[in-house]
C-alpha cells in the first residue's frame, strides 16, 4: 500500500470547539470505532475497492481496528437463492474484513427469508442490509428499492423476515431508505418507526427522494426529522458528504449517530482516512500529489485484477473511475481519453508514466461533488402503484415475479 499519508501542515489536535463527537457507532453486536459507513454502490463497492476503503480508513484510525462498516454492492435475494455465479462472486470477502456486510434487495418476505437463511446459516456475512433506496428505473418499474416503502404492509413483512431469520444467528439487519417517491409521497417517517418497531439495528436515510436520484441537494432536515421519530436505535445521514468537514456539519445539523458515505469516495478512499481522523478529533487531512494519486490507482487496478481473476476485466473496471481519480488535475484530454481505454496493467503503466506526476493536490479544483448528478425525473413504478398503499391480488402476482437479476443495480 502506498505510502499515502501526505497531510496538511500540523499533528493531531484536540477536538475543536463547535466539533461533534460521537461515541463509536454500534450496529448490533459490532462496535464501529467511527461512525461512518460505506454506501453500498453498483458496480464500485466489491471487495476490490472495499478492500481499499478499509486500508485508508484504519490509516487515519486513532484507536486502532476496523473502523468503518464497509457494505457490499446491492445483490437480490432470488440469484442469491439460486446460488448465480455472479451473485456468489459478489458477496465474497477478505479474509481480515470485519464485520462482512451485504447488502440485500427484495421484493418478497419468502424469498427475503431464505436469503437471509442462506447468508446467517452457512456464516456468510455478519450484517445484513435491506435495500429501500436504489431509484434506478429497472428497480422502481417492478415496485423495489425506493418504492416499495410506498406498501407500508409488504415493507413491514419484508423487514420482518428478515430480522426473523437473522436474530437467532445474531447477525443485525439494518435499513437504508430514501425519503420516498417523490415530494408528494414520502414514506420515510412511517418505514423508520415500522422498521424500528419490528426489530431492526440502525436505519439510514439518503436524503433525497426517488425522483431526485442524485440531483439537487439532499434535505438534511429530514435526517434530523427521522432522528426525532426513531429514537431507540441509531440513525444515519447520507447525501452530499463530500468531505470529512461534511461528515462533522451533518452530525451537528441533524443529530445523527453516523454518517453514510457514498459518491463522495468516488476515486478518493483516502476520504475514510479523513473521516476516521476528523470524527477523532483531529484536523489532519490527506492531500496527495498526482504521483500518489496514481500509486493508488493503480493499486486499486491490481485489486480489481485479482477480484475477476482476469486482467481484461480488472482493467476494464478502472476505466470508469479514472476520471474520478484525477478530478482537478490537469492531466490533457487526449491522455484521458487513453486511460479510459486501457485493457493491460502494463499500457495503464505505460500512461501513467507519461504524467507529470510531480502535480500536488490541485485544492478547490479536486473537492466537492463527484459521480454524476442528472436532474429530477419521474419514477418508473408499476401501474397503479400510488393509487393505495395495499398490496392487492394483481400486485401480488406481479410482485412474485419481480426478483429480477439486478445484482449490484
Known amino acids: 500500500m502506498t505510502d499515502l499519508l501526505t497531510r496538511n501542515p500540523g499533528s493531531p489536535s484536540p477536538t475543536t470547539e463547535g466539533q461533534p463527537t460521537l461515541p463509536p457507532l454500534q450496529i448490533g453486536p459490532h462496535t464501529i470505532t467511527s461512525p461512518v459507513v460505506l454506501a453500498p454502490m453498483a458496480g ?228 475514510f482516512t479523513d473521516l476516521a481522523a476528523a470524527f477523532a478529533g483531529t484536523t489532519q487531512r490527506v492531500t496527495p500529489g498526482l504521483r500518489e494519486v496514481a500509486e493508488i490507482l493503480r493499486l486499486h487496478a491490481t485489486y480489481l485484477v485479482e477480484f475477476y481473476e482476469s486482467e481484461l476485466k480488472g482493467c476494464r473496471d478502472i476505466r470508469k473511475h479514472i476520471a474520478w481519480y484525477f478530478k482537478g488535475f490537469p492531466v490533457g484530454g487526449q491522455l484521458r481519453s487513453q486511460l479510459a481505454l486501457v485493457d493491460s496493467l502494463a499500457a495503464l503503466d505505460d500512461l501513467i508514466g507519461g504524467l507529470d506526476l510531480d502535480q500536488p493536490w490541485p485544492g478547490e479544483a479536486a473537492e466537492g461533488q463527484r459521480g454524476r448528478a442528472g436532474s429530477e425525473r419521474r419514477v418508473i413504478l408499476p401501474e397503479g402503484w400510488l393509487d393505495h398503499q395495499e398490496v392487492d391480488g394483481r400486485l401480488r402476482a406481479m410482485i412474485a415475479d419481480a426478483e429480477i437479476s439486478v445484482d449490484g443495480g
Open 44 to 271: 464500485i463497492t466489491n471487495r476490490a475497492f472495499r478492500r481499499l476503503c478499509r486500508q485508508y480508513g484504519d490509516a487515519g484510525s486513532v484507536a486502532g481496528g476496523a473502523t468503518c462498516l464497509y457494505v457490499s454492492e446491492m445483490i437480490t435475494s432470488r440469484a442469491l437463492v439460486e446460488r448465480t455465479p455472479v451473485t456468489m462472486r459478489l458477496i465474497e470477502h477478505d479474509a481480515d474484513e470485519s464485520p462482512r456486510s451485504i447488502q440485500l434487495y427484495s421484493v418478497d418476505p419468502a424469498t427475503t427469508a431464505k436469503a437471509v437463511h442462506i447468508l446467517v446459516s452457512e456464516d456468510l456475512c455478519n450484517h445484513i442490509d435491506l435495500n429501500f433506496g436504489c431509484p434506478v428505473p429497472k428497480v422502481t418499474r417492478k415496485g423495489g428499492g425506493s418504492a416499495l416503502p410506498w406498501k407500508t404492509e409488504l415493507f413491514r413483512s419484508i423487514v420482518a423476515s428478515a430480522v426473523r431469520e437473522a436474530t437467532p444467528y445474531g447477525v443485525p439487519v439494518t435499513v437504508k431508505m430514501r425519503k420516498g417517491i417523490d415530494s408528494d409521497h414520502l414514506t420515510y417517517l412511517e418505514a423508520g418507526r415500522i422498521a424500528e418497531g419490528e426489530g431492526v439495528a440502525a436505519v439510514a436515510l439518503h436524503a433525497r427522494t426517488a425522483a431526485q436520484a442524485y440531483s439537487g441537494t439532499a434535505d438534511w432536515t429530514a435526517i434530523r426529522r427521522l432522528k426525532e421519530i426513531v429514537t431507540s436505535v441509531p440513525v444515519l445521514g447520507n447525501g452530499d458528504i463530500w468531505s470529512a468537514e461534511d461528515a462533522l456539519r451533518m452530525v451537528r445539523e441533524t443529530g445523527c449517530d453516523g454518517v453514510v458515505v457514498g459518491r463522495g469516495c468516488l476515486g478518493r478512499p483516502w476520504l
